[in-house]
């Protein structure tokens, strides 16, 4: 916003201090909390970190390149010792291999595609779900609201992990059905959210105002009330990724998410189990790679929390 929020100056104010006073320029919630969030520095660099990952997934094929070494192809004579384990970070292969002798360091940027992908998709297949059913829940209300509702609670009270694994089983490893099973179960929590804002601030003044104009319900879910729930919209949004992240590689690590022999974290840490101690960089890498991303999405999630959240008392400079 640009509006001034006091009157312009007089001339006795320019004639008394010399110079025009600046006026102060009032400021929208949304440019508020960028401001926070500009100002808050772990938020920032975690932003940081998850650019630099986004990198490494876009430009896997680079690193391949660079090696000289595509992420499946296995370096029997040169990835192997001759007892059959893996090498370790050399200049030839700079995090090592893994067990099959193929290049570490390759397979781990080829498994932020797959564990950045499936946290973007799946948690965008969520949202899109639970704001509607939220937004229908709330707004609607009566049996509308309760059959959602009822819903909604039992799709919480289903064990994730134990379906998901049956699911995954019968369908067979795959990207896209390891995306819609963790979209399926992960939806409720964002519907219970969003429904719970929408019965808050529905029967609002300017939601009465757009009613009497004539309009639609439609235009109000979606023009009037659903900017006006954004906040813990995006915050959960930015939770919601790191979680959904650590769901698929879980369902790797249990041999139910991508076909091998695509690269990805839970799998490559699911194989390294047995060669920890004789080989540490096949684990550690592929291991520090799922924290460093989970921990860098929290930390960003914190950091808009607190920047949407009005009742943070921080000093915004002028």
């Known amino acids: 916003m640009s509006d001034p929020i006091m009157s312009a100056p007089t001339m006795s104010d320019i004639a008394t201090t010399g110079h025009v006073p600046r006026t102060i320029e009032g400021r929208g919630p949304w440019r508020l909390a960028w401001l926070r969030l500009k100002k808050d520095k772990v938020a920032i660099w975690s932003l940081v970190v998850i650019g630099l990952l986004v990198l490494v997934a876009i430009f896997a094929p680079f690193f391949a390149w660079l090696t000289g070494h595509p992420p499946n192809v296995q370096y029997r004579e040169t990835g192997l010792t001759p007892d059959g384990l893996p090498v370790g970070p050399s200049s030839t292969f700079w995090f090592g291999t893994d067990d099959l002798g193929r290049d570490v360091l390759v397979r781990v940027a080829y498994g932020a595609r797959v564990s950045l992908g499936v946290g973007v998709l799946a948690t965008m297949l969520t949202v899109v779900v639970g704001v509607v059913v939220g937004l229908a829940a709330g707004f609607f209300g009566g049996l509308v609201d309760m059959v959602l509702a009822r819903l909604i609670d039992v799709v919480l009270s289903i064990p994730f992990l134990l379906v998901a694994v049956a699911l995954v089983s019968i369908t067979g490893p795959s990207l896209l059905v390891t995306i819609v099973v963790i979209g399926f179960f992960s939806w409720a929590s964002m519907a ?127």
Do not use: C, H
Request: charged share 20%; net charge neutral; hydrophobic share 50%.
């Open 192 to 318: 219970r959210i969003v429904r719970g804002q929408v019965l808050s601030v529905k029967e609002r003044e300017y939601v009465e105002a757009a009613r009497s104009l004539g309009a639609g319900d439609l235009r109000i879910m979606f023009i009037d009330v659903l900017p006006n729930v954004m906040a813990p919209i995006i915050v959960y949004t930015t939770l919601l990724v790191p979680v959904v992240i650590v769901a698929q590689a879980t369902l790797s690590f249990l041999g139910l998410g991508v076909e091998a022999p695509t690269a990805d974290w839970g799998g490559m840490i699911s194989t390294a189990q047995r060669y920890y101690r004789t080989a540490w960089w096949f684990i550690a890498f592929p291991g520090s790679a799922l924290l460093i991303t989970t921990l860098a999405f929290n930390l960003f999630g914190d950091g808009v929390r607190d920047a949407l959240d009005p009742r943070v008392d921080r000093l915004i400079g002028r």
